[in-house]
Nanobody, 120 residues
Framework: QVQLVESGGGLVQAGGSLRLSCAAS???????MGWYRQAPGKQRELVAS???????NVADSVKGRFTVSRGNAKNTVYLQMNSLEPEDAAVYYC???????????????WGQGTQVTVSS
């Protein structure tokens, strides 16, 4: 299977920055990697994702503040978070997807999550 390990979360004051990292341990190529977040009492939502080809998808709520990128090995993904706001506080989960064209199936993998706390 695919193992995803996140790091970089922590406590930061509003207006500060954090950089999240996710490393995937897998022999498979990943079709997409990205970040979701879930705040207490809310559903998990997509923050940003990036395909193997470099196409990005960023939520409107974080556009202009967050940047998603992948490492050279294509099994790592980063989320640079600037101008953090209290509403950004959540558990952030790394996500990876593998698409099987022959089986017409997609497989989703999740990290354990890393806590981001933003104080006002």
């Amino acid at each position: 299977q695919v193992q995803l390990v996140e790091s970089g979360g922590g406590l930061v004051q509003a207006g500060g920055s954090l950089r999240l990292s996710c490393a995937a341990s897998t022999i498979f190529s990943l079709d997409a990697m990205g970040w979701y977040r879930q705040a207490p009492g809310k559903q998990r939502e997509l923050v940003a994702s990036i395909s193997s080809g470099g196409t990005t998808n960023v939520a409107d709520s974080v556009k202009g503040r967050f940047t998603v990128s992948r490492g050279n090995a294509k099994n790592t993904v980063y989320l640079q978070m600037n101008s953090l706001e209290p509403e950004d506080a959540a558990v952030y989960y790394c996500h990876a997807k593998i698409v099987s064209r022959t089986l017409s199936e997609a497989y989703d993998y999740w990290g354990q999550g890393t806590q981001v706390t933003v104080s006002s």
